[in-house]
């Protein structure tokens, strides 16, 4: 059975810093690029970053540079999101994604059902 568990969330105040884990179960977590994407309430879903598997090369949304921080622990089936700095538009569900494009072309893309993370002004 596959899982993503987000957590970390919480109330912070601006400018405070959060780190989001998203511990995974049921799948070869070392094949799958994570990703970590958020919706804020009215709005659509968006790209926070992501980072490769193997050589765990990661990218970011270009408007998410310099505060964000994607990570894995391959050993831990775990993906990280580090946010700092803190701002009141940061308040959103944050939601792992982890997705495998194989050989064949097939797709395999898992959610998990996300943490909230409310920024205080």
């Known amino acids: 059975q596959v899982q993503l568990v987000e957590s970390g969330g919480g109330l912070v105040q601006s400018g405070g810093s959060l780190t989001l884990s998203c511990e995974t179960s049921?799948?070869?977590?070392?094949?799958?690029?994570m990703k970590w994407y958020r919706q804020a309430p009215g709005k659509e879903r968006e790209l926070v970053a992501g980072i490769a598997h193997s050589i765990s090369r990661s990218d970011y949304a270009e408007s998410r540079k310099g505060r964000f921080t994607v990570s894995r622990d391959d050993t831990k089936r775990t993906a990280y999101l580090q946010i700092n700095s803190l701002k009141f538009e940061d308040t959103a569900v944050y939601l792992c994604n982890a997705r495998l494009e194989d050989l064949d072309g097939r797709i395999f893309e898992y959610w998990g059902q996300g943490t909230q993370v409310t920024v205080s002004s």
């Open positions: 049921g799948f070869d977590f070392h094949d799958f690029t």
